[in-house]
């Protein structure tokens, strides 16, 4: 009887402690999981912190960009209208050489047909250089004379 009373309280130690050790491992098994929780709740607050701060640097970028692609295009766009400008003005210029040409070659023509050239005894070539002297047009226009 000694030996089953001996056995039955041993198994009852034994039952005791394996419970306790349940209890122990459950414990052990929760602060684990709340340790990796707590770690894993910081690294995602980390990344978190880490991704607002790369789109913030992003975002700053790309707006410096544009900006520069802006103050490009601006750039490029002053310099276009300069160029129109200076290339309207050519216009205007050669307009108004042809103006004035188509003027001094009526004027000859005028001349020629009332004889007055002839008169003074100047040849036509000599009185087209005078007269193209006279109206101040620039050298490329004095070449065409020869052509006459």
Known sequence: DELKEYKMEHEQQ????QSKAEEEKESLARVTVEKAERQLLAQKEHFEVELGKARTDTSRKLLIQEEQFQKRIDELSRS???TIAQKEKKIHQYELER???GRLLQLVFVLMKSRLLGIFGIR???WFVILLSITGLNNAMTAHWTLF
Do not use: G, H, P
């Open 14 to 17: 034994l039952a005791s402690l």
């Open 80 to 82: 276009t209208d300069r």
């Open 99 to 101: 103006k004035s040409l």
């Open 124 to 126: 036509f070539s000599t």
